[in-house]
Nanobody
């Protein structure tokens, strides 16, 4: 059974940092682009960041650019999202996802992703 499992969420204060991890089991995603998305209460799921299969290319939503960093360790089958200078509007459930096609550069489009984790809650308190 293929699974993506996010961890690292929690409650932080404005300006704090948090690092999310996404581990995969059941198969390797070393040949797939990976992405992070988030969904706030009452809102649609939105793109946050993506990283190419090799890790050489990244892309970010404007709202997190300069504050968040996506990275991956293919040897550990894990993707990370480092979140700095956090704001109340970063409060959401964060999901990691694996691109359905191999050797991709990463997509901002939610439909490009086939496998999803169960999500981890991030709350930023002011």
């Amino acid at each position: 059974q293929v699974q993506l499992v996010e961890s690292g969420g929690g409650l932080v204060q404005v300006g704090d940092s948090l690092r999310l991890s996404c581990g995969a089991s059941g198969r390797t995603f070393s040949k797939n682009a990976m992405g992070w998305f988030r969904q706030a209460p009452g809102k649609e799921r939105e793109f946050v960041a993506t990283i190419s299969w090799s890790g050489g290319r990244t892309n970010y939503a404007d709202s997190v650019k300069g504050r968040f960093t996506i990275s991956r360790d293919n040897a550990k089958n894990t993707v990370y999202l480092q979140m700095n200078k956090m704001k109340p509007e970063d409060t959401a459930i964060y999901y990691c996802a694996a691109d359905r096609a191999p050797y991709g550069s990463g997509s901002t489009n939610i439909v490009a992703y086939e496998y999803w984790g169960q999500g981890t809650q991030v709350t930023v308190s002011s």
